[in-house]
């Protein structure tokens, strides 16, 4: 079956440590996206890439970074220099051409700081 | 600025009844929206897309209603079942803008009580 796969489910930080968060599909979409969801508040998008080598800032960039190497692959790294850093991370891809607003998402991953 | 307000935050409703969730938006031009539901700890998944032309649509249980000229969309879940409790999120899309730039609501959490 065709979906996103996101790992690892859960993930304990101390602090001062990076962490990456992988994200494959096999949808053979071209965007992918990566969105923080904070108790009572909307997703937020971090950083998006709507083709293979190129990515764009979110508007919570600060403290993340992603690279694009594969079509099929966009993990997520979460920095030392990200002040608050524990929250649900949700992958998502979709048809580049699309503004249906139709996002296939991850099951998550939810990293917490120690 | 572009806002999508969801009402309530949460609600608790015995199972087997009905209710409605609101979404008002601010998004000009107006494009789409969709109602994603997530499951607790789970990535969102779409219900149902209304488009500008659109006024009800059916997805099962669930119908979804838009009125464009006041801005306003509801869905609404018949019979509940133990399985709705989720949230559920409202996301609008604006026309000629990328899927990078949709605008998602805080979510309303639903929980069905036997």
């Known amino acids: 079956d065709g979906g996103i796969t996101q790992s690892p489910k859960y993930l304990f930080r101390k602090e001062g440590q990076n962490v990456t968060l992988s994200c494959e599909q096999n949808?053979?979409?071209?965007?992918m996206y990566w969105y923080r969801q904070d108790p009572g508040q909307g997703l937020r998008l971090i950083y998006y890439?709507?083709?293979?080598?190129?990515?764009q800032k979110g508007d919570i960039a600060e403290g993340y970074s992603v690279s694009r190497e594969k079509k099929e692959s966009f993990p997520l790294t979460v920095t030392s220099a990200q002040k608050n850093p524990t929250a649900f991370y949700l992958c998502a891809s979709s048809k580049r051409e699309t503004n249906t607003g139709e996002l296939f998402f991850g099951e998550g991953s939810r990293l917490t700081v120690l | 600025k572009n806002q999508v307000e969801q009402s309530p935050q949460s609600l608790i409703i015995l199972e087997g009844k009905n209710c409605t969730l609101q979404c008002n938006y601010t998004v000009s031009p107006f494009s789409n929206l969709r109602w994603y539901k997530q499951d607790t700890g789970r990535g969102p998944v779409s219900l149902t897309i209304m488009t500008f032309s659109e006024n009800t649509k059916s997805n099962g249980r669930y119908t979804a209603t838009l009125d464009a000229d006041t801005k306003q969309s509801s869905l609404h879940i018949t019979a509940s079942q133990l399985s709705d409790s989720a949230s559920y999120i409202c996301?609008?899309?604006?026309?000629?803008?990328?899927?990078?730039?949709?605008?998602f609501g805080k979510g309303t959490k639903l929980s069905v009580i036997p």
């Open positions: 949808l053979n979409h071209d965007a």
């Open positions: 996301v609008v899309s604006a026309l000629g803008a990328g899927s990078y730039q949709l605008t």
């Open positions: 890439s709507q083709i293979v080598n190129d990515f």
